[in-house]
């Protein structure tokens, strides 16, 4: 069919996903004018990782003010790193205020998609048969909970959970804790545990270095200025941006002065602030700060250092009834036993069974490394598009302003469709190939790239995040280069 011959139309969209990004598409789909567009979320409640992670101190590592829709500012936060309940709430909220509530069908997952005859064929958990142009996977990055393969976690006698599986009947007050992993999470359910339980166990593999921040709070007269006058908000929103826009350039040039004062200051952090020289040596760690996920933390050094908490590095040689019986021979007794280590980092939408133009399979063209053009396309899954999928910049900056600039991108797609210029949109695999290549040479300048394990990196070592600046990105995100992709009747 020529291109002279397609008749514009308004394409069905499927949403996967009623997190963050989901919501985002589907009010950014109304807005432009789409109307056929459906969200299927597994659970029964919308708000992925903050609907999910519920444990004691949870809070995101962005400032409030930048983890927000740029078309949605709330003046309310209480403190510049957002607690994770006003997070879920803020998203409750504006799911309500734009009407994505009723677009949602809940307790329904997507466990197939197939493109055949022109569209996909989507097959939900509960049987029901759809058909859609479109697809839209926002079905996040770190969603898919890893349990690490310890011997005997099964025989744990006390209660054991992960930590985005928070079993809240547990009562911990008195209680002996293990919390193995050092991550963001093991950080923060340390310091909000760190006083309110009888002894916290800290089961440390690899040190983390801290990056110190003030959590300061929002006092009812800032807030209140922050509501009455919006420029106000604005001007703290640009304020934050720009420092953060510093730390986002940094990491992708190890080299960089920015890299360098970063790590200067984890390491006064801990120098300056951890007193006891045998514990500080523990959390020294043996690598370069950025190289993995910094901690951005005001208070875990304090949690740390207090009488109940004791970070043991021993290795784990098991998990009986009892407790965590470490590779010294020690028995460490607990009552409770959480698992921080962490979520799957490269499934993206998988387990969903996905195949694309001429039954190809995603498991099979992700066997060696997750891949996609942009982060948003892959080549022969037209009309499949990714939100912070493969290779973004999850590491880099605020996950909400990827979205909204990835989601700009892909209506700018579908106006191709809308407008009848084609029927079906996918990068040409050469494009996609090149993309590629010029990434992983580009990556081996980041501090991703400088000695370390991480879920930043695919399994062939190479970081795979966006290893270009800010600017870059969304000067990309601004106007798709249609000859890099294949435009189809």
């Not at 958990?125 to 839209?136: F, I, L, Y």
């Amino acid at each position: 069919m020529s291109a002279q011959q397609i008749q514009p139309c308004m394409p069905r969209v499927v949403i996967i996903g009623a997190g963050m990004a989901g919501i985002l598409t589907a009010i950014k789909l109304h807005e432009a004018g789409y109307e056929d567009y459906v969200i299927y979320e597994k659970s029964d409640r919308l708000g992925g990782t903050w609907r999910d992670n519920t444990y004691p101190g949870i809070a995101c590592d962005v400032p409030a003010h930048l983890y927000t829709y740029s078309f949605e500012p709330n003046p309310d936060w209480s403190q510049t790193f957002a607690p994770g309940p006003e997070i879920a709430a803020y998203f409750e909220r504006v799911a309500r205020k734009y009407d994505v509530v009723e677009r949602i069908r809940f307790n329904e997952g997507v466990p197939s998609c197939e493109f055949r005859d022109g569209r996909w064929q989507i097959r939900t958990s509960t049987g029901r048969e759809d058909v859609a142009d479109v697809v839209v996977a926002a079905t996040g990055v770190l969603h898919h909970p890893h349990t690490a393969d310890i011997p005997g976690l099964e025989t744990f006698a006390g209660a054991s959970f992960h930590s985005a599986r928070w079993d809240h009947r547990v009562p911990l007050e008195g209680k002996r804790v293990g919390v193995i992993g050092t991550g963001s999470t093991a950080i923060q359910i340390t310091s909000a545990l760190s006083r309110k339980v009888s002894r916290l166990d800290l089961y440390q593999r690899t040190a983390q270095w801290v990056m110190p921040i003030e959590n300061l709070p929002y006092s009812e007269a800032e807030r209140l200025a922050f509501r009455t006058d919006p420029k106000k908000l604005q001007a703290l929103r640009v304020s934050v941006n720009e420092a953060f826009c510093r730390f986002s350039n940094a990491v992708i040039d190890a080299s960089s002065p920015e890299m360098k004062e970063i790590e200067d200051a984890c390491l006064a952090n801990l120098e300056s602030n951890v007193l006891d020289p045998v514990l500080r040596e523990k959390l020294r760690p043996d690598y370069r700060a950025g190289c993995k996920r910094l901690i951005f933390s005001s208070d875990f050094y304090t949690a740390v250092q207090a009488p109940s908490v004791d970070v043991v590095t021993e290795g784990i040689e098991c998990v009986e009834p009892e407790g965590i019986r470490t590779k010294d021979g020690k028995l460490h007794e607990l009552d409770v036993l959480v698992i921080a280590t962490g979520f799957k980092a490269d499934s993206f939408i998988r387990p969903t069974h996905v195949l694309g133009r001429g039954g190809v399979n995603l498991d099979d063209v992700w066997a060696d490394s997750p891949v996609a053009y942009l982060s948003i396309s892959i080549p022969e899954f037209p009309n499949f598009f990714l939100l912070n999928g493969p290779n973004g910049p999850v590491g880099n900056f605020s996950l909400i302003q990827i979205a909204e600039s990835q989601v700009g991108y892909i209506l700018k797609l579908l106006s191709e469709i809308k407008a009848g210029h084609c029927r079906e949109i996918s990068p040409k695999p050469e494009e996609t190939a090149r993309f590629e290549a010029e990434r992983i040479v580009a990556a081996k300048k980041s501090i991703w790239a400088t000695g370390c394990r991480s879920w930043y990196l695919d399994k062939n070592g190479v970081p795979a995040s966006w290893p270009w600046s800010r600017d870059r990105f969304f000067e990309v995100m601004a106007v798709p280069q249609l000859e890099a992709y294949d435009l189809t009747g």
